[in-house]
């Protein structure tokens, strides 16, 4: 295996945040997915909240659910910010 294809597989797995320490504030604000549509969301938060080393188990498709998992909150939080009503239950 080259160096190049190690420090690009080193460096996908890097996130402008911490999946663990994310998980925790998501939490702590009450945030466990629910403007999201994946079946899976409240568990894999729940789960990265209680593991504090599961960045370096996340696959690539993990790693692309976070990213979504991230806009999805903050976007949650603008939308409390706002005074907009609450997301409908579907």
Same mark, same amino acid.
């Given at each position: !295996?080259?160096? %190049? $294809?190690?420090?690009?597989?080193? *460096? &996908?797995h890097l996130?402008p945040?911490n999946?663990? =320490?994310?998980?925790? @504030? !998501?939490?702590? *604000?009450?945030?466990?997915? @629910?403007? !999201?549509?994946? /079946?899976?969301? =409240? *568990?894999?938060? &729940?789960?990265?909240? +209680? +593991? /504090?080393d599961?960045? #370096? %188990?996340? /696959?690539?498709?993990?790693?692309?659910?976070?990213?979504?998992?991230d806009?999805?909150?903050?976007? $949650? %939080?603008?939308? +409390?910010?706002? *005074?907009? /009503?609450? &997301?409908? @239950? #579907?």
């Amino acid at each position: !295996m080259s160096n %190049k $294809w190690v420090k690009f597989t080193r *460096d &996908y797995h890097l996130l402008p945040f911490n999946v663990h =320490e994310r998980a925790k @504030q !998501m939490l702590a *604000d009450g945030y466990i997915g @629910q403007n !999201m549509d994946h /079946p899976h969301a =409240e *568990d894999f938060i &729940y789960l990265a909240a +209680d +593991d /504090p080393d599961v960045e #370096k %188990k996340l /696959p690539e498709r993990g790693i692309g659910f976070w990213r979504w998992c991230d806009l999805k909150y903050r976007a $949650w %939080k603008a939308r +409390d910010r706002l *005074d907009r /009503p609450e &997301y409908r @239950q #579907k």
